[in-house]
């Protein structure tokens, strides 16, 4: 049975599609842009997941007492953000597979892919600047806002990337949760959040609960996602299963069991090695295991889930909202069971 947030992730994920697909749609009559720059990103956005980052700006709007659309282009705003990281980002990794398919990078050349991620980086102000019905005044603060998104985001992006160029493999879990904190739970949870109770004109103590639940939610969920590529369910074998071991990536699992010195040699190897065989990739997950580096990443991840529940359990917010915001929280820890 569909938890709430599922549900309402169903119900709702039609509508920001249509928004988001309507950004490459009638944007010039010359088919050579629209054949490199239009369709690409258009295919991108099309071939997603369930919308979460921007349903739940919405749905911030609705919780502090505004309206549910009235917050489409701040949430359209942060997915078109989402784009342009996962589009640059799998050219930085040297990434195969993206939801399933073909890197963008391979499949219209490196060139082409990053031209696609700058105007989805355009579209974050620029979607937000062409919305008539906020007023300058809330365009200015979501703009801070979403500035202030990018720069976390690329803060984190410098950290892993500085990482893996200069080898590095001396990291503790306080450093791993600074990285992503920086580079995923921002985006992922605080930002939208924050957004759309500002959007929704919701107190400060209500944009600054929201923006916290959403930076502990976001912080589960990339935990989470990091478990699901090296333990998730045989749906998940067909997209990138275990491919963070392949890119060697400094996952909170990787760097706790770096911390144990009877494995630390060989899971360093591993991880400098970039193989793809699923022998040796089994052998990793099997010391993830031995050193309880999965067990403790999961502990951590529903830890932040407790965190962000009490946060808001005491902040006045529409009642069905709310809920909604309790069942996230729980469907972001539970994607493995």
């Given at each position: 049975m569909k938890s709430p947030f599922a549900s309402f992730l169903d119900r709702h994920v039609d509508q920001i599609n249509r928004s988001l697909i309507a950004a490459f749609e009638n944007q010039t009559d010359n088919a050579d842009i629209n054949a490199y720059l239009y369709e690409p990103l258009a295919h991108f956005a099309k071939n997603a997941g369930k919308r979460h980052r921007p349903l739940i700006c919405m749905l911030a709007s609705l919780a502090v007492g505004g309206k549910f659309d009235d917050a489409i282009s701040a949430a359209a705003a942060i997915e078109h953000f989402q784009s342009a990281a996962l589009i640059h980002d799998d050219i930085?990794?040297?990434?195969?597979?993206?939801?399933?398919e073909p890197c963008m990078y391979l499949t219209n050349g490196e060139g082409i892919a990053v031209n696609c991620g700058d105007l989805a980086l355009s579209l974050v102000t620029?979607?937000?600047?062409?919305?008539?019905s906020l007023t300058d005044a809330k365009k200015i603060r979501l703009l801070g806002e979403l500035v202030d998104m990018t720069t976390r985001t690329i803060e984190g992006q410098a950290l892993d990337l500085g990482w893996v160029r200069d080898e590095r493999f001396d990291l503790t879990p306080e450093n791993y949760l600074t990285m992503a904190t920086l580079k995923t739970?921002?985006?992922s949870g605080?930002?939208?959040?924050?957004?759309?109770?500002?959007?929704?004109?919701?107190?400060d103590e209500q944009v600054e609960a929201l923006r916290s639940f959403g930076l502990d939610t976001g912080l589960a969920f990339q935990i989470q996602d990091d478990l699901l590529n090296l333990i998730?369910?045989?749906?998940?074998?067909?997209?990138d299963f275990r491919t963070d071991i392949t890119e060697g990536k400094r996952t909170l699992v990787a760097v706790h069991a770096l911390s144990d010195a009877r494995y630390h040699d060989e899971v360093e190897g591993i991880l400098r090695s970039g193989t793809e065989d699923p022998a040796r990739l089994a052998r990793a997950v099997e010391i993830f295991e031995k050193t309880g580096s999965i067990e403790f990443a999961r502990e951590h991840s529903f830890a932040l889930t407790r965190r962000a529940k009490e946060t808001l359990a005491g902040i006045e917010l529409d009642l069905h909202c709310k809920d909604l915001f309790m069942?996230?929280?729980d469907y972001f820890v539970e994607r493995l069971t």
């Open positions: 930085a990794d040297h990434g195969k597979l993206r939801r399933g620029g979607t937000v600047l062409n919305d008539s739970a921002h985006y605080g930002t939208p959040l924050a957004c759309g109770a500002i959007i929704g004109g919701g107190t998730g369910r045989e749906a998940t074998k067909t997209k069942s996230m929280a």
